[in-house]
């Protein structure tokens, strides 16, 4: 049988687990109980904003030997509010953008790429 290490940091109410794999929970009310767990794999797809903390404007990179197609790309609060939404074209082994979030509060955000295949978050901490 083969074991997979799987490193998990709890965010926002239970809501988002963080690792080597995303990991999305359902629970009924936040944090009494996990009713759900669905591990994702993402396989040979890199993703990483930098600088992380930034003062508002950002560089997300993408790596990977597919081409993933149309990606949405969203910014929400650890509360789950969605403050930012994008869609963009991602083909090719690298992509590299700006992501400008210079007039959100300074705090902390999850930032999410998905298409039908693969759903990759990350953590951002914005600091002015």
């Not at 930098?50 to 990606?71: C, D, K």
């Not at 609060?77 to 007039?103: D, M, P, R």
Request: charged residues 10%; aromatic residues 6%; contains cysteine.
């Amino acid at each position: 049988m083969k074991r997979l290490p799987i490193i998990m940091m709890f965010v926002a109410a239970c809501t988002v687990v963080k690792g080597q794999d995303t990991i999305h929970l359902q629970a009924p009310t936040p944090c009494s109980s996990i009713s759900n767990i669905v591990p994702q794999l993402n396989t040979d797809i890199e993703f990483s904003i930098f600088p992380n903390p930034s003062a508002g404007v950002f560089h997300l990179r993408i790596r990977t030997e597919e081409n993933l197609g149309l990606l949405n790309l969203s910014v929400t609060t650890l509360q789950g509010a969605t403050v930012y939404q994008t869609q963009f074209y991602a083909s090719g082994k690298e992509l590299q953008t700006l992501l400008n979030l210079s007039n959100l509060s300074n705090g902390h955000y999850l930032v999410t790429l998905s298409n039908k295949q693969i759903t990759l978050t990350e953590k951002l901490v914005l600091q002015k």
